[in-house]
């Protein structure tokens, strides 16, 4: 099945600094690459995504690459700002297998100001 | 609008007895799943419902566990003679639709189940 592996586990960045936060998955028939933000005690926000004939998207501050050749896609944050700090996480889906998501560990990030 | 719904928002219980989580999904979203959130095993997929479709239970970890979705909207998490290795945030997620038109999937707040 789907494996898929993010990094790094922790990031602290400066304010006004991007963060990048990269994932690898295994199955080249996942087509769909969510990312979620989840803050202390809340479920996970959808906060961008992309699907596999796209190789990046933007959205304000917030942009999404996918390499489908080597099987990975990162997140990119800039200008970062204290009200980022939370987990990211990753996922990968089949759209046309239910989109069950499978998801990467998660990514503390802190941004000090 | 209003999102996902979960209740209780947490859930304690002791070792051997039976809960039951509830979800109320977003109206109109025809596709229903639900996930578990523990320290060590991350977010992982447990059981999906599409409209009338008979559910994906592939992810369900064990037969203690089941779920239903009456009448298209509102399911139920079963988890019988609960363990200690249960105790885990419970979360529900719902979709537009699992077909072409959105895949995108809203979670709830979750369920925080402890069990004793």
């Known amino acids: 099945g789907e494996n898929v592996e993010q990094h790094p586990s922790t990031l602290s960045v400066q304010e006004g600094d991007s963060a990048v936060i990269k994932c690898t998955y295994s199955?080249?028939?996942?087509?769909?690459f969510p990312w979620y933000k989840q803050e202390l005690g809340k479920g996970p926000q959808l906060i961008i995504d992309?699907?596999?004939?796209?190789g990046e998207k933007k959205d304000q501050r917030i942009a999404v690459t996918l390499n489908k050749t080597a099987k990975h896609f990162s997140l990119h944050i800039t200008e970062t700002q204290p009200e980022d700090s939370a987990v990211y996480f990753c996922a990968a889906s089949i759209t046309e297998y239910g989109n069950k998501l499978v998801f990467g560990a998660g990514t503390i990030l802190r941004v000090k100001s | 609008g209003a999102g996902v719904s979960q209740s209780p928002s947490n859930k304690v219980t002791e070792k051997g007895k039976d809960v039951e989580l509830r979800c109320d999904p977003i109206s109109g979203h025809t596709a229903l799943y639900w996930y578990r959130q523990s320290l060590g095993q991350g977010l992982e997929f447990l059981i999906y419902f599409q409209g009338n479709s008979a559910p994906d239970k592939s992810g369900l970890p064990s037969d203690r566990f089941s779920a239903e979705r009456t009448g298209g909207s509102v399911s139920t998490l079963t988890i019988q003679r609960t363990q200690q290795e249960d105790s885990a945030v419970y979360l529900c997620a719902s979709s537009l639709s699992t077909g072409r038109a959105s895949y995108e999937q809203y979670f709830g707040p979750g369920t925080r189940l402890t069990v004793t």
């Open positions: 199955d080249s028939a996942s087509n769909y």
């Open positions: 992309i699907r596999s004939n796209v």
